[in-house]
């Protein structure tokens, strides 16, 4: 897996692509759901860049199949997350992600873990609750 300067636009824009297509499919809803968000202007990552980020993990995570399935570890899956270390920026990536999780209507399990996963990872090293106002 590639790795990127930590809070760069495209480490951001790396876990979007993941929560993507974690669910093993790319949903419309989802990018539409992401645009809407405007997520991809905060983070400074223009569409096309998203675009080729989103092959270049395809590409990686397929370097990882295990019979024939893409299965990424809780530890690759930290490491991704471990690219982000800003609380704000962490907190705008988590309320996207849910945004796109949500947006064709059905949680999968790959989302689920994904979120989890991110949740637990950021909340315990830059705890949020300090930030909620």
Request: charged share 20%; net charge negative; proline share 2%.
């Amino acid at each position: 897996m590639r790795t990127y300067e930590v809070n760069s636009p495209q480490a951001a824009g790396r876990i979007l692509a993941l929560m993507m297509i974690v669910d093993g499919n790319l949903a419309s809803a989802e990018l539409q759901a992401m645009h809407s968000s405007k997520i991809l202007e905060h983070i400074e990552l223009e569409p096309g860049a998203f675009q080729l980020l989103l092959q270049n993990l395809c590409d990686d995570m397929l370097t990882s199949t295990v019979h024939g399935a893409v299965q990424l570890s809780n530890g690759v899956i930290d490491s991704l997350l471990d690219e982000i270390s800003d609380p704000d920026l962490r907190r705008k990536l988590l309320q996207a992600m849910w945004k796109i999780a949500d947006a064709d209507d059905w949680l999968a399990d790959g989302e689920a873990v994904l979120l989890a996963r991110a949740s637990a990872v950021w909340s315990a090293e830059t705890n949020f609750r300090q930030h909620a106002a």
